[in-house]
């Protein structure tokens, strides 16, 4: 997820770098419309949304670290040894 976010925002900043260059080379051969601008501007950022989702879709899922999961198992065999020796206590 942390990738594909870092990917996405690379990807917000290229295409607003591009958009800039775009103006900026429309300006000075033509007037532009500034309607038509917005709307190729907002058409820029919906596709670098676009792509960020796909991104984040095509990471896999949160993938599991080795030794958080040995970790979380040893937690876990010494509550249950702790259970155990609570019961045996409280049969006595």
Do not use: F, H, S
């Not at 958009?19 to 501007?41: G, L, S, Y």
């Not at 984040?56 to 080795?66: G, V």
């Not at 155990?84 to 006595?92: R, Y």
Request: aromatic share 0%; hydrophobic share 45%.
């Amino acid at each position: 997820p942390r990738k594909a976010a870092v990917e996405a925002a690379i990807a917000r900043a290229k295409a607003r770098k591009l958009e800039q260059q775009q103006q900026a080379n429309a300006e000075p051969e033509e007037q532009v419309d500034p309607r038509k601008a917005a709307v190729e501007a907002a058409i820029a950022r919906a596709k670098a949304r676009k792509l960020e989702q796909q991104q984040a879709n095509a990471e896999p899922e949160e993938q599991i670290d080795p030794r958080k999961a040995a970790v979380a198992a040893a937690i876990a065999r010494v509550q249950a040894k702790k259970a155990a020796q609570q019961k045996v206590v409280n049969e006595d």
